[in-house]
């Protein structure tokens, strides 16, 4: 089976490269995205506009309410039936966006062992949570560091996960997943920019989310009661912008904080992709027009997957 992907850190323009490259090589688009499988988080995870999902097909985006667990093992299976699915109609898929741990369950098949769960260790660690989330954090880094590359600091529902799986089994978690290479017929795309290029298509970004309605996506979404220990809720972004409705710091104060999570959110979303060394990099800052990037994209997988490029 076939199968091209568009990676790279937030900000530095995958989708609407992606909507083209789509068009031209008669693709759909996966998104590989943890956040955007939640319904009525729109502008915060900057999902595919209206226009841009007319032009091309769009799957695995508004699966699931915020208040529904959806695991990467989740993603995992509902991505391979569109991929085997597309393949059976003659479709390219194209899995775009820049979460690593999604994109690489799907293009290596990782193998999620089922694993027994622990109320009671489960509600120990729910507790130690709520002292300190960043104490079991530390912990988690101790016993599997390998875990940490892939777990950010405030994602307290895969932090427990793994530290019940430790806890319960006495082996790390990331010992659990296994990879199978192979399974398809592989292009990937790398999108880069020079730091300060990157830096500052953040910066718009953020400012672009809050004049189209950020504060109030986030405020519906609360007065629907969903709120911080979900989740969905600890997505970037919504997290401070809830503290903000909650009166916990200023507008302007979330707003630098979004800017700074971000930054630094690229930053490891770049370390995590570099070792991919299947990736075709591509640094965006030396095509004048996006007409020119859209051509390298389309003739690297054309090559590599043996398509004809329209």
């Given at each position: 089976?076939?199968l091209a992907a568009i990676v790279g850190p937030t900000a530095v323009g995958k989708s609407e490269t992606a909507v083209k490259v789509a068009e031209r090589l008669g ?214 912008i809830l503290q903000y409705l909650k009166g916990g710091m200023s507008l302007e104060q979330a707003v630098a904080e979004i800017k700074k999570e971000t930054r630094r ?46």
């Open positions: 089976m076939k693709g759909e688009i996966l998104s590989c995205d943890s956040m955007q499988v939640y319904r009525g988080m729109d502008i915060g995870t900057a999902k595919a506009s209206t226009e841009q999902r007319t032009r091309v097909a769009h799957h695995m985006i508004d699966i699931v309410d915020p208040d529904t667990p959806y695991t990467v093992a989740d993603y995992q299976r509902a991505a391979k039936k569109v991929i085997q699915d597309l393949n059976n109609r003659g479709k390219l898929p194209i899995l775009v966006g820049g979460t690593g741990l999604y994109y690489q369950a799907v293009v290596d098949d990782y193998e999620f062992s089922p694993l027994l769960a622990d109320p009671d260790i489960r509600q120990q660690l729910e507790k130690e949570a709520d002292e300190s989330l960043e104490r079991l954090y530390n912990e988690l880094e101790s016993v599997d560091p390998a875990s940490t590359r892939i777990i950010k600091p405030n994602d307290r529902k895969r932090i427990i996960r793994a530290l019940e799986v430790y806890r319960l089994t006495g082996r790390p978690f990331s010992q659990f997943q296994t990879r199978n290479q192979g399974l398809y017929q592989l292009a990937v795309v790398g999108l880069c920019a020079a730091r300060t290029e990157l830096y500052r298509r953040i910066e718009a970004r953020v400012d672009a989310m809050i004049e189209s309605g950020f504060v109030e996506e986030v405020k519906t979404l609360y007065a629907k009661g969903y709120d911080l220990p979900l989740n969905s809720m600890q997505a970037l972004g919504y997290k401070q959110y690229a930053k490891r979303q770049l370390t995590w992709f570099r070792k991919d060394k299947r990736i075709f990099w591509l640094d965006i800052t030396e095509y004048k027009e996006a007409e020119g990037l859209v051509r390298k994209i389309c003739e690297y997988i054309g090559r590599t997957l043996a398509i004809a490029v329209e």
